[in-house]
């Protein structure tokens, strides 16, 4: 059995302004360590996927900084969408290649800005995921047990009392809810966060596209046909130009009767705000997380970032305040998830340069 891993990696990562941009967004940035979070994603992959089976879905605008950033990848496995239009696409267009290279194959499919402690215990759910989806033709998704009410993310639930080898049957998949829905999800037991890591064979996700999504079927048998030819990048422009932009959760997960989950039980964030980036920080005795020269007084829970210039804080509390050479956000740490909106502004008043 044949084993690729697909890195998407798309996304500008718009809650991450002013440090992420859409030359450099979230996942070509160091947020924890000396690496970025795309060369983490593809370091926990030593020892289960060759290099040369890795591929990265990704823009033109960021596809020079991805093969910069990783030299140890075939530079023709760096594939750019020429628009963005969700994970189904993603999906499609990774199934397509994989197809042409061994449609046999089992597909782990990753985002590139997860934050995972645990690089072992991820490293063997992977593992049991992969033989199972080989064996059972089923998709897989790995599901976080919730250790709070987080209405960030999306649930998934399944039927507990039936599995094998962790491997459990899901029943259904909900959206991000509010607090009450999250406590009662905590409450009850079998509901875990929904991780959007997903692990199947070729042939299971080309049929559930098939079934499911016809018009992307259509599509992705139009890349197949044209991958490694000339025509390919005019015929990828051409079907994505067509193509709904869904997720590949609403699109097949949602609506397939054949999806199980494996629970990891690795720490783990998609990271999906400043918020979070303060929650894994390491914090000093007033509980701030401080990057760079700082000089705080009064000043607690706050994450301050300013690594190119000396910032003195007073009398802050609960805040986020990121010193970029361009820009400077200050926000409460509540307000975390409402950053995107200043890129939004900044779109709209043709602040180009600022985004």
């Known amino acids: 059995m044949e084993v690729f891993a697909i890195i998407m990696a798309g996304g500008i990562g718009s809650r991450f302004w002013p440090r992420s941009k859409q030359k ?31 591929f990265v879905i990704t823009n033109e605008i960021q596809k020079p900084q991805v093969v910069e950033q990783l030299p140890q990848l075939p530079e023709e496995n760096i594939i750019d969408e020429p628009f963005g239009k969700n994970t189904a696409a993603c999906v499609g267009l990774s199934a397509a290649i994989v197809k042409k290279k061994n449609s046999k194959a089992v597909m782990i499919t990753l985002p590139a800005d997860h934050f995972i402690k645990d690089v072992k215990e991820f490293q063997e759910n992977i ?21 709070k009410p987080e209405t960030g993310y999306g649930y998934i639930q399944i039927d507990d009392k039936k599995s094998d080898e962790n491997i459990h049957k899901v029943l259904t998949f909900a959206e991000k809810p509010n607090l009450g829905t999250a406590k ?64 590949i959760d609403y699109g097949v ?17 998609d990271v999906g705000s400043w918020e979070a980036v303060y929650e894994l920080s390491e914090k000093d005795k007033d509980d701030n997380a401080k990057i760079g020269e700082v000089y705080s007084s009064d000043t607690f829970s706050s994450y301050i970032y300013s ?44 602040h180009k340069e600022l985004i």
């Open 307 to 350: 690594p190119n210039k000396f910032t003195a804080v007073i009398g802050g509390h609960n805040l986020i305040v990121i010193d970029t050479d361009e820009a400077l956000l200050i926000c409460d740490r509540n307000n975390a998830q409402d950053v995107k909106n200043i890129v939004d502004y900044l779109k709209m008043n043709n």
């Open 184 to 247: 009662r999800f905590m409450k009850a037991g079998d509901f875990l966060w929904n991780s959007g890591m997903f692990i199947w064979s070729v042939e299971a996700i080309w049929e559930e596209i098939k079934t499911h999504m016809p018009d992307l079927y259509s599509g992705i048998n139009e890349i197949y046909d044209a991958y490694e030819t000339d025509d390919f990048k005019k015929v990828l422009r051409e079907v994505y130009g067509q193509i709904k932009s869904i997720s």
């Open 127 to 147: 593992t049991v995921a992969i033989k199972f989806a080989e064996k059972s033709k089923g998709l897989v998704t790995i599901g976080i047990n919730p250790n």
């Open 24 to 54: 450099a967004p979230k996942q070509l940035m160091k947020i924890f360590g000396d690496k970025t979070m795309i060369q983490d994603t593809v370091a926990r992959l030593d020892g289960i996927v060759e290099n040369k089976n890795i």
């Open 253 to 269: 997960m949602e609506k397939s009767k054949n999806v199980y989950l494996t629970k990891g039980y690795f720490d783990w964030s």
